[in-house]
């Protein structure tokens, strides 16, 4: 892990003055309820005075409370409160990715039409991150594994779970009609689930089986069935489509080489305006929370992205402050984000299509 926080001025973030600091003071006023009011969030790799984080955050909540402040305060609140820093990953482009809440169409009851279930996590799955010593019945790099008598064992891949092995047992939360929908349900990690007679639920990440995430779409480029100029969710999402019609038997086996496989716990009471919870418990705020490496970041701290293209701007380039609300699997290092986009299939549309580099710059707190 090497790489540099270098301190600069805010006049060093080029966009710092065209933001609306109002929205991301906002989405950070979510994390710092969390923090205060619910449960600290950790230190990471970069390291944060616990008791300055918890004075701003307080100073944020008060801000907040019986007043709609304007951008130009929340702009001094972030500038009197943070140092901006740059994030040289030993001499790497930071690199940025987007992910969004799908809306998929689901049936509460298996019909001959929804057939593909979406699951909750099975009562013998286990979080085995906070064990000191981990057990050698299972790989080092496993966070997750089924728990036995006499300690634990892999758990099931996406094979074995595709084959039935979970069925009858009461966890289906819903079923789809398209299998790329369950797949992309799994890569994005929450969904809104609509069915036919307007009722919605909406869930999101609760475990995985632990198997290490294979990227399908660079299997399709490594093997010629796409071109890496045309892959994108959607010409996965295609690509499944037409194979589940003329060949089933080779999306199965190129999807199983995917051997993680993910869980969803129901979400009630959640804010319309607002997207999933993300892994920093709180719900995610649209182009403003950003997933991280959990390992190097702390949850709730401000980043600024300078992205170099217009894609999401309608000519003028991404460059906001985003809050660290969320990670994922292939978020590894520290200038890597992936950007919460919003829900629906407009928001998927753009997400698809952010692959990017960026410039990375850290809000760390003063003194």
Known sequence: MTFMCQPCRFDDLDGWQDDDHKAAFAAFVVSANHHINQKPYPTRAISVSQQRFSEICNQAIQLSEGQDITTAQAKIFFEENFT???IDDAGKSGFVTAYYEPEVRVSFIKDSEFQYPIYRQPEDLKSIKHLTIKPNTVPKNFDFARQVDDGYEVYSDRKAIDCGCLESKGLEIAYVAERSDVYFTHIQGSAKLIDDHGQTMRVSYAAKTGHPYTSIGKILVERGIICQEHISMEAIRSWIAEGMKENPYRVD???WQNQSYIFFSQNSQLEDNLGPVGAAKVQLTPRRSLAVDRSIHQFGLPI????????LEDGDRFRRLMIAQDTGSAILG??????????GEDAGQIAGKVCHDAEFYILLPKN
């Open 334 to 343: 520290a200038s890597r984000g992936d950007i919460f986009m919003g829900s």
């Open 253 to 255: 086996e190129i999807l």
């Open 84 to 86: 901006p820093h740059f």
């Open 304 to 311: 600024f992205i300078n992205m170099q293209t217009d894609l």
